[in-house]
């Protein structure tokens, strides 16, 4: 079953501090890692997208890892401020049949609730 | 900037009562999705449409119904409300397919409560 781990559940830093958010997946045969960012209220805002090849990847002060090997993904927060409260969640799309309806199910991660304290 | 635009953002029902969630986008794309967010779980497809005309089911499609007659436009429809349809909705659409890392655009999301 495809399964996408996300830990901690929640994490409280302080700005300015620096954070690191776990995203471990079962999801078989692997296409694609998302990260996406939801703050309260909102839909997810998609923040990176890594493929298979795609080891690293950077948005601003976000960076993403991607180990495919041990189906491991990270989530980097450098210098946080406080509008980077919100829920990161991690996203793993399985590549699909190449029949002309097939989409690329993607499986979602519940979330890490991040709270930046001032 | 619209992008995709969902309505209503607050709705209650009582059970049995039917509703449509309305979602449009103005980006023209062809894949669009509804996705249904319960707390401290991952959102879960419901319907997905890879163009006008053609819709399939999803993980949790039991209780939903969907029609995708324009490329702008995939109504959610609920035809007998039930407490466990208390969730939050979100559609959202992409130009290619999600598998060659089609971005995905989300709504704002659509809070329904059934009672």
């Known amino acids: 079953k495809n399964q996408v781990e996300q830990s901690p559940q929640s994490l409280i830093i302080l700005e300015g501090k620096n954070c690191t958010l776990q995203?471990?997946?079962?999801?078989?045969?692997?296409?694609?890692l998302r990260w996406y960012k939801q703050d309260t209220g909102r839909g997810p805002v998609s923040l990176t997208i890594?493929?298979?090849?795609?080891n690293t990847k950077s948005n601003g002060r976000y960076t993403a890892t991607l180990d495919a090997d041990t189906k491991q993904s990270s989530l980097h927060i450098t210098a946080s401020q406080l509008s980077d409260s919100a829920s990161y969640i991690c996203?793993?799309?399985?590549?699909?049949?190449?029949?002309?309806?097939?989409?690329?199910?993607?499986?979602f991660g519940q979330g890490t609730i991040l709270t930046v304290h001032p | 900037n619209a992008g995709v635009t969902q309505t209503p953002k607050f709705r209650i029902l009582k059970i049995g009562q039917s509703m449509t969630l309305q979602c449009t986008q103005d980006?023209?794309?062809?894949?669009m999705y509804w996705y249904r967010q319960d707390p401290g779980m991952g959102l879960k497809l419901i319907y997905y449409?890879?163009?006008?005309?053609?819709?399939d089911k999803g993980e949790v499609p039991n209780g939903y119904n969907v029609s995708r007659s324009t490329t702008e436009d995939f109504p959610l429809r609920l035809e007998l409300a039930a407490p466990s349809q208390t969730s939050v909705y979100f559609c959202?659409?992409?130009?290619?397919?999600?598998?060659?890392?089609?971005?995905?655009?989300f709504g704002e999301g659509s809070r329904l409560t059934v009672l």
């Open positions: 959202a659409s992409s130009y290619v397919r999600p598998q060659n890392t089609g971005e995905l655009f």
């Open positions: 995203c471990n997946y079962t999801v078989s045969p692997f296409s694609n």
């Open positions: 890594m493929t298979f090849s795609e």
């Open positions: 996203v793993v799309s399985a590549r699909g049949d190449d029949g002309g309806t097939s989409y690329g199910k993607l499986t």
């Open positions: 980006m023209n794309h062809n894949y």
């Open positions: 449409s890879v163009g006008a005309g053609i819709t």
